[in-house]
């Protein structure tokens, strides 16, 4: 019983090491988490007082930003006990300089100083974001040394149960299944952590230390789905209020286009075309904004039958009337075959892959869209069987322009993220196109692949299985 009594003590030590370790990571994770939420929010607020100021000149909103800059000293110095190695970070320092410069500008009565202001704020914003990327990938960092420590103690316990005397094995294997299951299910939930699953719940059996554990794990993963499900509602109830004023604006445009107060020259009508080509493709970005919220909270499953053929001619029309003189050969099949799906997802698909594919080819380029139905065996397909024998369909859109690097492959589906190729017009993307569709293929149970190089353009490529 010796080696027994050894092998369990030894584990029992290293589980409960591990589950103090764990509780202190989610505890700082959690802690980290909120840091990095209140510098972004101290960050706009003192931009806000120091707009405000400088619009209503009231001394109070000098106070408020001494104010909120001292609380975001006091923020950056406890994320400085939280993470020594960002110690000497130059982003903290250059946060702290920059929020001072601000206080001190919106202050002074130099000219000069006050029109360097936008540039602070630029700044500001910049450096908040480099922050909030420096923190997450110590989170991830973090959390993916805590899943290393968990593999390491299950690899000891291993070996301690091999070194155990055969009489006693039995009994120790036991006990090994039980925690090895726990060890396991708490390192797939941190790993879960890691990539953003928030949606299952954690629940872990076996010795209590495990179980406190995993009711920590609970409670951080709740307190991210939270963080996660309040920026959707904010950006789903700004976006709506977005669309009032936007459409107020539109409605006035069209009001002056058909010269309702009066008569206008060709130029003032020049102007209107401007600002109504400008406005729509606003609405596009905010309507994208709400595509982006739709699809991370779910679409109800809706099969019908589906004409790309038609799809496509109304998502083509309506490019060009927002694109008027964008000169692009946009190719589809003559005879396209019916498919079978969800019409909402397919069309958010395949509106932002044509809507990428138009703004980042040059004047000239060929877009081309096909589809058609595949078997997939063995991990090859065969697109000679009859449609009604067939158990996929595929999607293919591709383009002629300046393609994505293969650094920037894996990225550019990430939200948000804005690659080094530059799309045409002037108004900036939002840069959540991609996401969009990588999203929508996920809850369509569809693989999507891309395959580019530099200067050789791009082609998106997804295949469905057929719903019957």
């Not at 104010?67 to 190695?85: D, F, N, T, V, Y």
């Not at 206080?103 to 480099?130: E, F, V």
């Not at 149960?161 to 006693?168: F, N």
């Not at 004023?245 to 286009?257: G, N, R, V, Y």
């Amino acid at each position: 019983m010796l080696p027994l009594i050894i092998a369990v003590t030894y584990a029992a030590l290293e589980m409960s090491s591990q589950a103090r370790a764990q509780q202190r990571l989610v505890m700082d994770q959690a802690q980290i988490s909120q840091l990095s939420i209140t510098v972004q929010e101290l960050n706009k607020e003192i931009e806000r007082s120091a707009r405000q100021y400088q619009l209503l000149q009231d001394q109070s909103l000098l106070e408020i930003l001494k104010i909120k800059q001292h609380q975001l000293s006091e923020s950056l110095s406890k994320i400085e006990r939280q993470l020594p190695e960002l110690k000497n970070s130059s982003t903290l320092t250059k946060i702290e300089q920059i929020t001072a410069d601000i206080n001190k500008a919106s202050r002074s009565d130099d000219p000069k100083q006050k029109r360097q202001l936008a540039t602070l704020y630029a700044d500001l914003k910049s450096a908040s974001n480099d922050l909030h990327n420096q923190l997450s990938k110590a989170v991830q960092s973090n959390l993916n040394n805590a899943e290393q420590a968990l593999n390491n103690v299950l690899w000891r316990m291993l070996i301690t149960g091999l070194l155990a005397l055969p009489a006693s094995l039995l009994l120790l294997g036991a006990s090994s299944i039980i925690v090895t299951r726990s060890i396991r299910r708490l390192s797939l939930a941190i790993n879960h952590l890691g990539e953003r699953s928030w949606d299952t719940p954690i629940d872990i059996d076996g010795p209590s230390d495990l179980i406190e554990l995993g009711h920590r794990l609970e409670w951080m993963r709740v307190q991210l789905l939270g963080a996660e499900q309040y920026k959707a509602q904010f950006t789903q109830h700004i976006t709506h209020e977005l669309k009032s004023p936007l459409a107020a604006i539109m409605d006035a445009q069209a009001l002056l286009a058909d010269q309702i107060p009066g008569q206008l020259n060709d130029k003032q009508m020049a102007v209107l075309t401007i600002l109504r080509n400008q406005a729509e493709n606003l609405q596009e970005l905010i309507q994208q904004l709400l595509n982006f919220n739709a699809v991370s909270q779910g679409i109800a499953a809706h099969k019908e039958q589906i004409d790309l053929s038609l799809m496509c001619k109304n998502l083509i029309a309506r490019y060009r009337s927002f694109l008027p003189d964008t000169a692009l050969n946009i190719k589809t099949p003559s005879n396209g075959q019916l498919v079978t799906g969800n019409a909402q997802l397919i069309e958010m698909i395949l509106s932002n892959l044509l809507s990428n594919a138009i703004h980042f080819c040059r004047t000239g380029g060929e877009i081309a869209i096909n589809w058609g139905h595949c078997n997939i065996k063995q991990h090859s397909h065969d697109v000679n069987a009859p449609p009604e024998d067939c158990s996929h369909w595929w999607l293919q859109v591709s383009d002629n322009g300046p393609g994505i690097d293969i650094d920037e492959q894996e990225a550019v589906f990430r939200p948000f993220y804005q690659g080094k190729n530059k799309r045409h017009g002037a108004l900036k993307g939002s840069g959540i196109g991609l996401a969009i569709v990588k999203a929508c293929a996920e809850q369509a149970q569809a693989t999507l692949t891309l395959k580019s190089q530099k200067d050789q353009g791009a082609e998106f490529t997804l295949c469905f299985p057929k719903q019957r």
